[in-house]
């Protein structure tokens, strides 16, 4: 990783000499080293603008002058060689492979819109290089690291993963998948797209446009002597049924799902026709997720989060008051998280923050650009079904009820996880709060 203000000169010095190959070259290097998902290049009245979305977030990057927009836009048409640069007024796609000046192989999803002020063109960066994560690095600690190596080690039943778009449900399950990819276990996967191929897995594109659903791949996958099947996600009863009947017979199952929290999911699973014995006879594991950015580590500082987010603070004092002590001790002792940052937090109201300042010259941070943050982590929620969970579910009791009982007897949520993450120094409440709802005691 460089230094964010080199590759910004050197856009700058290509944007100077208006060399429309060089503004690219370097565009997508500095977009790629500084993990962006995704570049905005947009016209306004009298100047045009490149954003990058970096770890989920919107950053302005330079504005230039307008008058180069046309010829910006127009080459990059001519290069991808898939869209008109003579058409301007209806949006178009592209799909280009192409290599950074570091060397690395990415994949372009392009496409143009016509705006009132000339056409904006967003490219969605595919990098190649990049390879799951090992489990251990994603964020799953405390009790909820305990449960996420339980559930999947057992020979049979479900695990769900759900939360928004983006919130790296999908980078969860692979890391998982890969976990327990062993030579002595068939593990058979059902994607729209395979965005990542792993040695020792069976992936397999489903094409609904031909008839072949995750319901017909589920189906074929218990003909080909599975032990452990991942379904890309589960949107109908079909699916559902299919997954359920696969755990039943003793594979292990694995699946992403469309909700806000796990107790949603339950309320989703039933919607779609599942009856609550089938759940508690089946369910393992649900995971709700989202990423949140991490502090960046050259600019974070001790910083009075109690004066600066008064609210969030007393969120955070609410959340750890309503939680059984000894619940909070086995958290802070399985994160490790150390005694003085813990009372510090919990007493003087301190906590730690990325300033987006370089803290030696005081100049914008070279890391993290000034937005103090740098990286993302993974804010988790697990629900275990274990039997007195499975009990209340085939009683009739609501996913509300559920959840509840379930955070009673020390279940760690999205904003139980946030706010340790916050306490360890990892990321901000400002941060968790954007993420997650504060859940009144
Ligand atoms: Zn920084």
């Known amino acids: 990783m460089g230094d964010i203000n080199n590759y910004k000169k050197n856009l700058e010095d290509a944007i100077v000499q208006t060399d429309t190959v060089k503004i690219f070259d370097n565009l997508l290097t500095m977009g790629v080293e500084m993990g962006a998902s995704d570049i905005h290049i947009e016209p306004f009245e009298n100047f045009s603008r490149i954003r990058m979305r970096i770890d989920g977030v919107l950053q302005e990057i330079i504005q230039y002058p307008k008058n180069i927009q046309d010829s910006v836009i127009a080459k990059f048409k001519i290069e991808s060689g898939q869209m008109r640069p003579d058409e301007k007024r209806l949006p178009q796609d592209a799909r ?36 799951v994560p090992p489990l251990e690095v994603m964020g799953i600690e405390g009790l909820n690291n305990e449960l996420l ?30 976990y327990i990819n062993t030579v002595d276990v068939n593990i058979t996967t059902y994607e729209d797209p395979v965005e990542n191929k792993s040695d020792g897995l069976n992936q397999s594109q489903v094409r609904s446009d031909i008839g072949y659903t995750f319901a017909q791949g589920l189906r074929a996958a218990l003909r080909q002597d599975p032990d452990i099947i991942m379904v890309g996600e589960i949107r109908d009863e079909e699916t559902l049924e299919m997954g359920m009947e696969a755990a039943m017979t003793g594979h292990l199952v694995f699946s992403t799902i469309h909700a806000n929290s796990a107790a949603e999911t339950i309320t989703r699973i039933i919607n779609m026709g599942a009856q609550p014995y089938m759940i508690s006879g089946t369910f393992n594991l649900v995971m709700a997720q989202r990423l949140g950015r991490t502090n960046c580590s050259h600019c974070f500082q001790e910083v009075n ?6 609210e969030y603070y007393k969120n955070a004092k609410e959340v750890l008051a309503g939680m059984q002590k000894d619940h909070i001790k086995r ?37 993290c650009g000034g937005s103090g943050y740098k990286g993302r982590i993974g804010i988790y929620e697990f629900m275990e079904f274990d039997e007195e969970i499975k009990n209340y579910l085939t009683q009739g009791k609501t996913a509300f009820e559920i959840e509840k ?10 904003e139980r996880d946030g706010i340790f993450k916050v306490i360890g120094g990892k990321t901000s409440l400002e941060e968790i709060y954007r993420l997650t709802k504060h859940r009144e005691n």
């Open 96 to 131: 280009v492979s192409t290599v950074t000046l570091t060397n690395k192989e990415i994949d372009l999803r392009a496409n143009t819109l016509p705006t009132v002020r000339g056409e904006k063109l967003v490219m969605r960066i595919v990098d190649k290089s990049k390879k």
């Open 149 to 178: 190596y339980k559930s999947i080690t057992m020979p049979n039943g479900i695990v769900l993963t759900t939360g928004p778009t983006g919130s790296g449900k999908s980078t969860t399950l692979y890391a998982a998948l890969n």
């Open 305 to 310: 989060v109690k004066e600066k987010f008064p």
């Open 331 to 367: 958290e802070v002792v399985g994160r490790g998280i150390d005694q003085e940052k813990w009372s510090k937090f919990v007493n003087e109201g301190v906590g730690y923050v990325g300033t987006g300042k370089d803290p030696e010259t005081g100049d914008v941070c070279p890391q």
């Open 405 to 414: 009982i379930a955070l009673d007897r020390g279940m760690i949520n999205l």
